[in-house]
């Protein structure tokens, strides 16, 4: 039976979460949080302030003595200041419906909220505020990238080097664009950080998945996402002591280089070196993760493995992206779970959008978004182990449902449709949680990190798309919340088609997917690779 065992059958051997697992979590966790503050700093560092046009304050001898309530709304929000109106004489005014010209002098801006951000020290207002939406999309253009680039070179050598070089890149170009000389280098640096953060979500997660048991595999996905979480939660307490934007970035950026130390500490991933056959170093890694766990392992075990393992893997084959969609099952899994990846963060960010206007402080409000998406995660804690697909399938549901439902209360119930988007939001998050879990379970060993890969750009395509979904108000003012019900509806039902992974083997190789059909069409058979 020895020589029958695949990697998670020895992982059950050796603990599937014993010590050696729990202190691979601490490390892959702990960039997460940093993580948080690239993915969500620029809601501070590139805020826009109170501004206004300083002709329209000639006589004032100092920005202090400028009184910015005269260009704030009733609602507490900045009025355009991008045009000064004139008086009957041609003399500056301060009155509306009059005409008005190009401010000329430049924009003074309020201090209160913030010392500086980007758009204070480069006037990225008025006809330069496009530079400011530019710069985020360019950002988000990188975790694009990102996210194929690192997924395929994973694949290829490694998940432990390709994270330790998204950490440096990551510390390098954070640090660098705390002193960027204008927003164009910044903008650049930037891209290179969010390139750096697709390779690190992804491989981290990846790792932390293939070393985990079956029964506590789930908690690769969860566990991280809490804290990202943290990390959500405790940049309100970091920027909120920490007005200006310079300061901000060298804040969350300079600690990275701390995580030099996982040269040493972050192991690779033994299956990851089974599958490409370098068993020598898989084995070595299997026995200190074993000793490790207190379960030695038996010598005869590891020479019936060190055959099995030179009858699989001694002719090399060279996968790429292509091996997604070449054979039919894996064709259709593939497809159906990159659509799950675009929608869970389509409406993830169009909600949010949606919702978050609350009128508070800023530093409030990011507080409580972080902590709202707890609950959600915890409950995929008490549902993921019954079943992956149902999870999904339920959690897309009740997202897309709640958003639906919103389109028939009247506004001026306004309490009731918010409560109803909240529970939308609620439960994207937990699907958005559940997909990184099943994403790794659906695809093979061989193609696992490019699957992920596409996936998480078809996400960030999304996040990129999300903003736009907007201006649908223009055709109709039910169009948003209408295709944040109907796409998820799509997806559970998509969810379907997908096999039940909760305690299953993880599978190895394309062969292994396509088998697998023939084994449920006859009634469940395993894989002939167990």
């Not at 990697?7 to 993580?35: A, M, N, R, T």
């Not at 590139?46 to 206004?52: D, E, L, S």
């Not at 099995?308 to 899994?333: A, G, W, Y």
């Amino acid at each position: 039976m020895a020589s029958e065992m695949n990697f998670d059958e020895i992982l059950s051997v050796i603990g599937g979460f014993g010590k050696f697992q729990k202190i691979l979590y601490i490390w892959i966790c702990l960039p997460q949080i940093f993580l948080a503050f690239h993915m969500l700093v620029s809601v501070f560092t590139g805020a826009v302030p109170t501004h206004v046009c300083r002709s329209m304050w000639p006589s004032a001898g100092a920005p202090a003595s400028l009184n910015f309530s005269l260009v704030t709304a009733s609602d507490g929000q900045p009025k355009s200041s991008c045009e000064v109106p004139l008086n009957h004489s041609g003399a500056l005014a301060h009155v509306d419906g009059l005409p008005a010209v190009s401010c000329q002098g430049g924009w003074e801006y309020s201090t209160k909220t913030f010392q500086s951000t980007i758009v204070t020290e480069w006037d990225l207002v008025c006809e330069n505020a496009s530079l400011n939406t530019m710069g985020s999309s360019i950002y988000m253009f990188g975790l694009l990238v990102g996210a194929v680039v690192f997924g395929s070179l994973a694949d290829k050598y490694g998940r432990r080097i390709i994270i330790l070089i998204s950490l440096a890149i990551q510390s390098v170009f954070g640090v660098a664009a705390a002193f960027a000389p204008n927003f164009y280098i910044y903008t650049a640096l930037r891209f290179m950080v969010g390139t750096s953060i697709s390779g690190v979500i992804m491989n981290v997660f990846v790792v932390g998945t293939e070393w985990t048991g079956s029964k506590q595999r789930m908690l690769a996905g969860i566990i991280t996402d809490y804290f990202f979480g943290f990390g959500y939660i405790l940049l309100a307490g970091v920027a909120y002591l920490i007005r200006d934007w310079r300061k901000l970035q060298l804040a969350i950026s300079a600690p990275g280089f701390l995580f030099i130390f996982y040269i040493w500490a972050l192991p690779k991933s033994a299956r990851w070196l089974m599958a490409n056959g370098r068993k020598e170093e898989a084995w070595e890694l299997i026995r200190k993760a074993a000793q490790m766990n207190g379960k030695p392992i038996n010598k005869d075990l590891e020479m019936c493995q060190v055959c099995k393992t030179e009858e699989k893997t001694v002719i090399k084959k060279k996968h790429s992206f292509l091996d997604l969609v070449r054979t039919p099952n894996m064709r259709k899994r593939s497809l159906i779970i990159f659509y799950l990846w675009f929608v869970n963060v389509l409406v993830y960010y169009g909600l949010s959008l949606n919702i978050s206007d609350f009128g508070m402080n800023i530093y409030l409000t990011q507080m409580i978004f972080g902590l709202v998406e707890m609950p959600a995660r915890t409950i995929t804690l008490f549902t993921l182990n019954r079943s992956r697909k149902f999870s999904q399938l339920a959690f897309l549901t009740v997202g897309g449902t709640a958003c639906l439902l919103t389109i028939f209360i009247p506004s001026d119930l306004s309490v009731i449709k918010t409560v109803l988007a909240m529970i939308g939001k609620f439960g994207i998050t937990a699907s958005l949680s559940i997909i990184y879990v099943y994403s790794a379970e659906v695809f093979p060993t061989v193609i696992r990190q490019n699957g992920i890969g596409i996936g998480s750009m078809c996400a960030r395509t999304g996040g990129v798309l999300a903003p736009m979904m907007y201006l649908l108000r223009h055709i109709s003012p039910q169009a948003p919340m209408i295709l944040c019900g109907l796409c998820p509806l799509l997806g559970s039902a998509l969810t379907l088609m997908l096999p039940e992974t909760a305690s299953k083997p993880l599978p190895d190789t394309i062969e292994d997917i396509e088998q697998s059909n023939i084994s449920e069409e006859d009634g469940g058979v395993k894989p002939n690779h167990l």
